[in-house]
């Protein structure tokens, strides 16, 4: 599976962004799908994951309340609405695809190419 990851840019904390991650290869709907970043300096972590069928989300604590992850099976594409956005949140964020539904970076085989997200104070 082949993904691409959109929709980075720069906002002001307090902003909201979206970012989509549209696959092109076939069977979309087999695939846990999550979203990682990694800041400047820092190893890439765990952001969200959502379920083949997405009715199943979970969160990294630092994200809960303000980032929604959910997932088009008919647009082959996941998304990650980012709402409240702080300085911290600025990263380079990846899209990945996998077979365990996990917040563990190892499971995702398939890794999109990122989009840069700033937040500026």
């Known amino acids: 599976v082949q993904l691409q990851a959109s929709g980075g840019g720069s906002v002001q904390a307090g902003g909201s962004l979206r970012l989509s991650c549209a696959s092109s290869?076939?069977?979309?709907?087999?695939?846990?799908m999550g979203w990682f970043r990694q800041a400047p300096g820092k190893e890439r972590s765990f952001v969200a994951a959502i379920n083949r069928g997405g009715g199943r989300t979970i969160y990294a604590d630092s994200v809960k309340g303000r980032f929604t992850i959910s997932r088009d099976n008919v647009k082959n594409t996941v998304y990650l609405q980012m709402n409240g956005l702080k300085p911290d949140d600025t990263a380079v964020y990846y899209c990945?695809?996998?077979?365990?539904?996990?917040?563990?970076?190892?499971?995702?085989?398939?890794w999109g190419q990122g989009t840069l997200v700033t937040v500026s104070s």
């Open positions: 990945a695809a996998g077979y365990e539904f996990s917040n563990t970076r190892v499971t995702y085989g398939y």
């Open positions: 290869g076939r069977a979309f709907s087999n695939y846990v």
